[in-house]
């Protein structure tokens, strides 16, 4: 006689279901109900069918497998998926605690030296299910996790992106992520950083390591449309693309800004050599002078002759007509060289001002990171931003480029925190938009 316990059909117990949907629940799992059978017969029998199933999957043999569409069989199915989320209207812990008994099944049975203990205590209560694949594939990967990490460091595995996507969205939900851990008596961390830090090849490993270690403990192939290491192709295709497009940018602005300082460099150095010329004009016109004061030559200018004369007939060099004339020739240096100069600067400064606001490739696009200091807004523009690269790679300049500034800090797109694992893509965003920094 099955224990007494409490079943239930999409959280639901079964004592509570309509006839229609209890004769429904015992056709769909192969049974069959006899004319003028009563409710409470029903009951038994669907309660039966349930306790026979549980039963079936804990006592399969080394050879025998899941089979990949059990957990789907339950009311629902894909079609019903909840699009990756554990939620309270699809997930509580008794029916999670069902599919952990139906994973760990077939690696008891081969009595591996792993230290199962860590995940005691779990219910053999039988519970319908409503589960989709990515679920199921993110519940094994976990298992995974812990009996090859034990819960701890992530220096292992690797989860393909759409399991890694599922998981950064469990966490954020932290009081139920807590619940959910605790059914290992575990805490399994989550540490994006370390991650995304390694290299593809050392990624490669881990994943492919990973897979080993599926077929190992459920004794199947993992799904290959969320289990595909294409990603890992296009990763090292575009490794370095970011990192080449800022190296790029600091080239061009290094280059402005060289060439800016010469054309500064050398308006500096006319005024300074027109100032030199001048001292030296000045110093010669004094000297003359004293030299005609030494020889008491007189300037006498004559109504015959406008032009200034000595004695001698000798010109005598006036000293202010000679410096308005230089004084002059620097002014119109000067604003010639204004002239010349600034139009150059200012060139320059729009053309740097455009290639930041314009993307030359559709794919790629421009992304500013504003801090609010006091009453001044901030703008930290980084150009070359691909769509489909992981946000965590231009925060990660950006902490860098400010380090102790941004210690702490969160990042939202408009209203929503940033999960550093999006894409630009991801988030719908456009060329000039913003991230806000918040601490």
């Known amino acids: 006689m099955e224990p007494s316990v409490e079943y239930r059909i999409k959280g639901v117990p079964i004592e509570e279901l309509k006839v229609r949907d209890l004769l429904y629940q015992i056709r769909k799992r192969g049974g069959s109900v006899p004319t003028g059978t009563l409710k409470e017969e029903m009951i038994v029998m669907l309660k039966k069918i349930l306790y026979n199933k549980a039963k079936r999957i804990e006592s399969q043999t080394i050879t025998e497998i899941i089979d990949p569409e059990d957990l789907m069989e339950e009311d629902g199915g894909p079609e019903k998926s909840d699009h990756g989320f554990l939620n309270s209207s699809t997930e509580t812990p008794p029916t999670m605690k069902r599919s952990f008994e139906q994973n760990l099944a077939p690696f008891r049975q081969k009595k591996k030296s792993y230290k199962l203990e ?3 205590g779990f219910s053999k209560e039988a519970f319908a299910l409503e589960e989709t694949i990515l679920k199921k594939e993110y519940i094994r990967f976990i298992i995974i996790k812990i009996l090859k990490e034990h819960g701890g460091d992530s220096d292992k595995t690797y989860p393909p992106p759409l ?5 950064s969205t469990h966490i954020l939900d932290t009081s139920r992520y807590e619940e959910f851990c605790n059914l290992f008596k575990k805490r399994v961390h ?5 991650l995304e830090d390694l290299s593809v090849e050392e990624k490669r490993k881990r994943f492919n390591d990973t897979i080993n270690y599926y077929k190992e403990f459920f004794l199947v192939k993992p799904n290959n449309e969320i289990w595909d290491d294409g990603f890992l192709d296009e990763e090292n295709n575009n490794s370095n693309q970011f990192e080449e497009e800022q190296k790029k940018q600091d080239q061009e602005e290094k280059a402005n800004n060289t060439e800016e300082n010469s054309i500064i460099k050398k308006k500096h150095q006319l005024e300074t050599d027109s100032i030199i010329i001048l001292d030296e004009e000045e110093v010669e ?3 003359k002078k004293k030299q005609k004061i030494e020889l008491n030559i007189v300037q006498i200018p004559t109504p015959e002759n406008k032009d200034n004369t000595t004695k001698t007939g000798e010109a005598a060099p006036t000293l202010q007509n000679n410096y308005q004339i230089l004084d002059s020739s620097i002014k119109n240096n000067d604003n010639t060289d204004k002239q010349n100069i600034m139009p150059q600067i200012q060139k320059q400064l729009q053309q740097k001002q455009d290639q930041e606001n314009i993307s030359s490739d559709p794919n790629k696009i421009t992304i500013g990171f504003v801090q609010n200091r006091s009453l001044i807004k901030e703008i930290t523009n980084f150009r070359g931003v691909a769509m489909d690269s992981p946000l965590s790679k231009v925060i990660r300049a950006f902490v860098k480029l400010k ?3 941004v210690e702490g800090c969160r990042f939202f797109y408009g ?5 550093q694992t999006q894409t630009p893509k991801d988030l719908g965003m456009k060329n000039g938009d913003t991230i806000n920094v918040s601490k």
Do not use: A, G
């Open 118 to 120: 860590t995940l005691s």
């Open 163 to 167: 399991i890694n996507y599922f998981w």
């Open 190 to 194: 989550y540490c994006p950083d370390i």
């Open 285 to 287: 016109e004094n000297k």
């Open 403 to 405: 380090t102790s500034e």
């Open 415 to 419: 209203s929503k925190e940033v999960i």
